[in-house]
């Protein structure tokens, strides 16, 4: 009798095991295909950029003549368009979000946060090609018509806002840009903010600030590492965004002071030419500007992930 | 001199707070304006048509996008073939099985795969799979966005995970069902929604994209056929459509944005009130 009981535990536990095991080792094998995604992106733009990566080296991050007819490239142009569009970007989307995100956690009454973080998390989910349709034929000629002529005459001494202005520009790009990273710097500069302890706003209340003094002081200086993360994963954003960008930077390549002139990233040169590039050399120079724009982004989220890490831990929500 | 202090330091306070509140109002203000402008100026375009035919001739009036909303969820339904079972299963090993040092690399390496630029997935995809076809097609247009849903996947199906009480595995455990199917039949089941939510909230952001379809589903002008030809995507057809010369096609455009973006919203909102309670905290 009890052998029987025995042997039948014994023949069940042994079919769970097989259960047990087959599915961890099916899970861990899914949760492992980020891995060989990751090496399957550097394998695939390596192959398709090497004939260009053999012909042109590392000059092919300096050198600025781009000539599919005569067979030369290089990608200076683009990394100075995406570089200053991104950092256009940066500088009207950082003040912005982190105030946002401090009115949020902070000083917005309760009623208001829920509505507003939906309004937000809503901008952010708006697909990146209404965003540039809409930039192109709403924003830009407002833009046009009533921001750029006061910039030119307030600051028009800087060499940055001298120069024609036609339709598309870089300017117009990087305030696009910005509309597109506002949503995740605002989001998770609001994770940051409300990791911090409460103790830490409460100490300063009881030494006498005021709201906005404990802000300043106990709020953004004690969260100002998490804030530089949320700030480089916004970067991380802009530098790889291409369709809001591609249908409005103008596509010319630019190298010089003016945010008036027309532009071309590394992301806008991919979606303008990729498809048009009928030699293999030229499609290899293009794979190749995709290594280059893989290799920044994966560099710039990697330093965001670990400036969160180490500030808020594993705990902090994913970000779409 | 300390009432005037006083004064300054509250005065500075006042001028913050309206400094933030601007500031907030400053960042709604652009999806307020594109919804404004989408509905002004493509709700007029939209009508039987617009859903059920094929793009007119250049120029003319008429016409529609049916078969790009038809390859637009074509091009999802294979999406979601892909990414849905690596991306929950990845994440049922990050919550359940991993310790936190190989959950650890492997939650980074997801986020890290998070933030490659989409063009970039495009131009995978394509040395992927459609050299080695010799062609666009649809099949390249669902693996790129598949694949981009798996880390998006994974990471909020951990997230959903890890809110299902101990409790309910100890229990489980405790009454000697095996551990895969406590993970299966009570973790799991009791995060559906949660990992549904997650799931949608995937399908919505890779339903806009645009830049890896541009070297892999390429689009065209007929009703899609099969999955080893070109296929004609929502996304794909409003950037051509809005960069092209002509007014008609224009206005179809405005329309396909405003039923891209309805459909996007709706999806958004509509999980947000699937799952208002428990899982509301986290997503």
Redesign the interface.
Known sequence: MNAIAINVNRKSSGVSHFGDSTFKWLTLLMALSVFVLIALIGYELFVGARPSIQKFGWHFLVSSSWDPVNGVFGALPYIFGTLVTSFIALLIAVPLSIATAVFLTELAPLWVRQPLIMFIELLAAIPSVILGFWGFYVMVPWLHDHVYPLLRSSLGFLPFFQGADHGPCILSAGIILAIMIIPIITSVSREILRSVPGLQREAAYALGATRWEVTRIAVLSYAKRGLFGAVILGLGRALGETMAVTMLIGNAPYIGWSVFAPGQTLASVLANEFTEASDPLYSSALFHVGLVLLGVTLLVNALARLLLVTFAGPGMKPQH | MTAANHKL??F??A???I???L??I???T??V??FY??IKLGFSSINWAFFTQLPGPVGEPGGGMGNAIVGTFILLGQAAVIGV???V??????A???S?KS??W???????????????????V???VVVPMHGFSALAGGVVLG?MM???V???T??VLHLVPAGYREAALALGV????T??QIVVRTALKGIATGVL??I??V?????PL??TA?GNNIWARSLTQPIAAL?LQ??NY??SPYDEW?RQ??AA?LV??LL??FI??GV?FLTRDRWKA??
């Open positions: 330091r509250n500075k306070d001028l913050m707070q400094v933030a509140l500031c907030a400053i960042v709604v652009p999806l304006l594109i402008h989408l079972p690596v991306g299963l990845g994440g049922v090993f990050l359940e099985y991993g936190p959950s650890g492997i939650r980074f390496a997801a986020d890290i795969l998070n933030g490659v630029p989409s063009i970039v997935w495009g131009l995978v394509y040395g992927l694949l798996v880390p998006l994974m990471r909020t951990e997230e095996s551990k895969w199917k993970v299966l909230l995937a919505a952001r339903a806009g994209e645009t830049a541009l070297f390429l996304p409003i950037f809005a960069m224009h455009a405005w944005a891209l973006l996007v919203l958004n909102i947000r986290k997503i």
